[in-house]
């Protein structure tokens, strides 16, 4: 179930793509193209930053003078990776409880049209900043979890061979997350903070996947911070419809 699950959510990011020229949604993630900018930017600034102070203060802890300036170097080199792997978990989540007010009127409108059905459209400030305060919430609790368990695999990749298994994990708790914010702005209209919880981890599948693609276009210069989000919580619209309508196995 998972890997089938997995694969429906990878395939249905092209049906997302058609969706959103067919329905005309581009007009939405103007202001999250400038958010997601503005906070890359912010980003890799600290991660450069960040690297060269870490450099330093491991080069000073270097008791020998003997290869200081490789130690140096070294430190900087991990450092910022460590910075900008911390900053991707920030940078995301952070974007998607920002992108919120914008995201939840694409779910709508892809729910709409791919069921006919007739929603109340989020139009009011009053239900922005509830969607804000939602995302929020399901945000910050994914990016302390996430962080939570990444350090301990973070540590455990300096040992050979180990971090190859400790990488894959990385991956995959990077996508798990990043799919269950895209998969809220859905789920938001049916469940509530904990029920939510509870639908995405019986379809982890779902969520891994979607977050799989998530990621993988963050690494696309630019273009990748303008369209991941938007096109995410379009491709997770359409699994988290199909999960919703599921009947209950017998």
Not at 109 to 136: C, Q
Not at 191 to 204: A, E, L
Request: contains cysteine.
């Amino acid at each position: 179930m998972f890997w089938k699950d997995f694969s429906s959510a990878v395939r249905s990011y092209s049906q997302a793509l058609k969706l959103f020229n067919e329905l005309g949604l581009w007009k939405y993630v103007f202001v999250p193209i400038l958010i997601g900018l503005l906070l890359g930017a912010v980003v890799i600034f600290l991660a450069y930053i960040s690297a060269r102070k870490i450099g330093e203060w491991v080069a000073d802890i270097w008791p020998w003078d003997f290869l200081s300036g490789f130690i140096e170097g070294l430190g900087g080199v991990l450092g910022g990776i460590l910075v900008i792997l911390i900053g991707l978990m920030v940078f995301k989540h952070a974007v998607m409880a920002l992108a919120a007010p914008f995201m939840t009127p694409v779910s709508e409108k892809i729910e709409m049209h791919l069921t006919g059905r007739k929603l109340n459209p989020t139009d009011s400030m009053t239900e922005y900043i509830a969607a804000i305060v939602r995302a929020t919430r399901i945000n910050v609790r994914n990016l302390v979890l996430e962080i939570l368990t990444t350090i301990p695999l973070l540590i455990l990749g300096l040992i050979p061979v180990v971090n190859i298994v400790s990488t894959v994990l990385i991956f995959y708790i990077q996508s798990y997350y990043a799919g269950f914010g895209n998969m809220d702005y859905t789920l938001e209209r049916y469940r509530n903070y904990s029920g939510s919880v509870k639908f995405v981890r019986k379809h982890k599948g779902v969520a891994a996947g979607n977050g799989f693609i998530f990621i993988l276009l963050l690494f696309i210069p630019v273009i990748g911070i303008c369209i991941a989000l938007p096109l995410s919580t379009a491709a997770a619209t359409i699994d988290t419809i199909k999960k919703l309508d599921e009947k209950p196995s017998q």
